[in-house]
């Protein structure tokens, strides 16, 4: 039997334990048969990955599934949560046939934006309110457009009508949708409830993963025929940092701490305290299946920020800080201690050397930021002092998204970049605070937003802007948007007077 069919057939099985916990931890969300149309939509696209034998095949397949099962849900994004992480993003190139090169590189994130937002797109009428009319929206549109100017001056108008597809499809259309369509408070819940549809199973696979060392989504290139860059085996003291569907460990870590920073809220709307601390573990687990120390870290700020934004902030931190201390002092006891301690970031010597690159990686950066600083230089890997950051793979890894920016669209680029975050946080924030007496169920999705984006905005500091990472902090960002206007509707209908009930 070949090993993506084995492969095939133990991720059908883990799905199915995950999804039993899925079910129970957002039954106060999703209705039985919402939830089974998101669960089946996953088991089916991930079977047309196993089973077409063709990658093209896969995506046409994939691609008419989720469009006809889009207009059949009054719920499409959490279809789209749903079906974000159920297979790897392999990419490729969709062939120009004797016109071009090629028309553009795609894969299955993409593949979701077409087949899925697009359709979502076209079908929003008037959306309020228009798209400018909110300061995120301004800076997004200032940093794209920032982009497609380099990229002008930078290469050919055929290549730069090609990013402008790649840009839309994947930068602001789920920005956009998101932050539209998501209009009242079951739109935001019915979102959380879809990624824990997603992160679930996604969790499962990479515990099996790292407790059997063997990458299960490896295997699934053989089958579709198509050569990829990531899903390799990458190891860390001696252990398998598993990938589940992400194609790295760090993806696959970015991923589930914002899994955890939904669930914080999910879990509230959990009665069976067994479910709601099974939810806890499964999404822990999946946290330290990928030995990734920056999703660690993250983990850290968010619950963090979570706490000390709700009631009695300052005592929730005490208590954090002693439960910290206990449990580090309990694991210093275990036989396995010091083997953990040495995995920890700032405290243990493994993988030591990664700390120093980063550091050297943003010391080098300034440097040649320095020579343009305005828009960047797009051929800054030609630079003398880019050229001793090289490593073993002969390439320069840009382990910073913000250096990345900087070093591709200089200060200003990296302006408008930071304005996206900070104006939704800014405006998310403002309206928590607003709802905190008003709705407590807003407030409590506010805080879970608020804690999960400045998670996001510390570890995009040490991690590329690859795979899904992009993707998931524009929904971030997107969400805090909605959130904010949905706040303010709410507090509209509460301020309005009560009509009296004719007699």
Not at 46 to 52: D, G, M, V
Not at 91 to 110: E, H, S
Request: proline share 4%; net charge positive; with cysteine.
């Amino acid at each position: 039997m070949p090993e993506f069919i084995k492969a095939y057939i133990v991720i059908l099985v883990l799905s199915t334990f995950a999804f039993h916990f899925a079910k129970k931890a957002t039954a106060g969300i999703l209705p039985s048969t919402q939830f089974n149309y998101l669960k089946n939509s996953w088991l089916v696209v991930t079977s047309f990955a196993f089973l077409t034998f063709n990658f093209w095949l896969f995506l046409a397949a994939s691609c008419v599934f989720v469009a006809v099962r889009v207009k059949k849900t009054a719920q499409p994004l959490a279809l789209y949560m749903a079906l974000l992480t159920a297979v790897p993003p392999i990419t490729a190139a969709i062939p120009g046939f004797g016109v071009m090169n090629y028309l553009m590189q795609v894969d299955y994130l993409v593949m979701l934006s077409a087949g899925l937002l697009l359709i979502v797109y076209f079908k929003l009428k008037s959306p309020q309110p228009s798209f400018g009319r909110i300061n995120t929206d301004v800076f997004l549109l200032c940093y794209l457009l920032v982009n497609i100017g380099l990229n002008l001056i930078g290469t050919t108008m055929t290549d730069n009508i090609r990013q402008c597809a790649v840009i839309f499809l994947t930068t602001f259309l789920p920005y956009y949708i998101i932050s539209r369509r998501v209009q009242d408070v079951d739109h935001l819940k019915a979102v959380f409830a879809g990624f824990m549809v997603a992160c679930f199973p996604a969790a499962m696979i990479g515990l099996f993963e790292a407790g059997k060392s063997w990458l299960l989504y490896t295997s699934i290139q053989h089958a579709l025929n198509q050569y990829w860059q990531y899903g390799g085996y990458l190891m860390r003291d001696g252990g398998l940092r598993a990938s589940s569907s992400f194609g790295h460990s760090i993806a696959f870590g970015f991923t589930m701490v914002i899994a955890l920073g939904f669930y914080l809220f999910v879990q509230s709307t959990i009665k069976n305290k067994f479910f709601k601390l099974a939810g806890f573990g499964i999404i822990t687990l999946g946290l330290i299946a990928p030995l990734s120390r920056g999703p660690w870290v993250g983990a850290m700020v968010l619950v963090t920020i979570y706490l000390y934004l709700g009631r009695n902030g300052l005592s929730n931190l005490l208590k954090l800080a002693m439960g910290g201390i206990l449990t580090l002092a309990l694991v210093l006891m275990l036989p396995i201690g010091g083997k953990v301690m040495n995995l920890l970031p700032f405290v243990g010597k493994t993988d030591s050397q990664n700390v120093d690159y980063r550091q050297q990686l943003l010391d080098t950066s300034l440097i040649v930021v320095a020579k343009s600083p305005w828009f960047g230089n797009r051929n800054f890997k030609e630079a003398p002092e880019m050229k001793k950051m090289v490593q073993g793979e002969h390439i320069i890894d840009l382990v910073n998204i913000y250096v990345s920016v900087m070093l591709n669209s200089g200060y200003v680029g990296l302006f408008f970049y930071l304005g996206m975050f900070l104006t939704a946080i800014w405006a998310a924030y403002r309206a928590m605070k607003r709802i905190r007496t008003v709705h407590n169920e807003l407030f409590q999705i506010g805080r879970s937003l608020i804690s999960s984006i400045l998670a996001v905005m510390f570890m995009i500091a040490a991690m590329s802007d690859t795979l899904i990472i992009p993707y998931l902090y524009y929904m971030l960002i997107a969400l805090c948007v909605a959130y904010s206007q949905i706040v303010k509707k709410v507090l509209l209908l509460e301020s309005l007077p009560t009509q009296p009930v004719p007699t």
